[in-house]
């Protein structure tokens, strides 16, 4: 009884390949996957997720996903065609600011700014240099860059800059004290002082000066 029960294990090992056999019993010759066979080493693409590419194994079907490499910031027209992984750019433009423009295309993202999305994908931009205003109360008007004079030129009286005069014109401060603002012509001089050149009589007081104004 016990020599054929060796007979039958002997039997039993060669059967599966020798004293291996139960590892190699395990091991698939072919994988099954899009409604298809492969065998051993062949490489697939899985139907329902066109990013999965699989190898069939002994082991079995072994899958890594693709990646997909980012679209560039300023594609301006995304496709993604059935049984493709990735997406594709199918048109470019430039960015500027989180905006996207077409190639050739001009445009002016502010006021003092008149851009051109050049050919090669890069926005480049003329930015207006604005001259001092010759005022010290100049204004920005919507739409426009630079800013303006509403109430013409002029500076302040004197350095505490609570009082503004007009330029142009002498204006007495008091009865003493004559000063003048330039006329808005005095580029040199607007662009380094802001407050009017005054001259005070000598030998004079506010209370006894006559009224020149």
């Known amino acids: 009884m016990r020599e054929s029960r060796l007979v039958a294990l002997s039997l039993c090992l060669l059967l599966l390949g020798g004293p291996g ?19 051993v080493g062949e490489w697939y693409l ?10 069939c194994t002994a082991e079995g079907a072994a899958c890594a996903r693709t990646e997909c490499p980012a ?12 049984g493709d992984c990735c997406p594709r750019c199918e048109k470019i433009g430039c960015e500027h600011r989180g905006e996207v423009y077409e190639l050739g295309q001009h445009f002016q993202p502010s006021e003092c700014e008149q851009c051109t999305c050049e050919l090669d994908g890069i926005a480049r931009c003329l930015v207006a240099d604005c001259a001092p205003p010759p005022c010290v109360n100049a204004m920005y008007m919507t739409g426009e860059c630079c800013p303006k004079c509403i109430q013409g030129p002029n500076c302040y009286a004197d350095a505490s800059q ?19 603002c330039h006329d808005g012509q005095d580029v040199g001089y607007w662009e380094g002082n802001r407050v009017a ?8 007081s506010p209370e006894e000066g006559a009224d020149n104004s």
Not at 21 to 39: I, R
Request: some cysteine; hydrophobic content about 25%; aromatic content about 10%.
């Open 162 to 180: 609570s009082q503004i005069i007009p330029g142009g014109e002498y204006v007495w401060l008091d009865s003493c004290t004559k000063c003048r």
């Open 197 to 204: 050149k005054c001259e005070t009589f000598q030998n004079c």
């Open 71 to 82: 679209l560039p910031p300023a594609c301006m027209h995304v496709s993604h065609y059935p």
């Open 46 to 55: 899985l139907d329902s997720d066109p990013c999965s590419q699989c190898e």
């Open 21 to 39: 056999g139960w590892a190699l019993a395990s091991q698939a010759s072919s994988c099954e996957a899009n409604g298809s066979v492969y065998y």
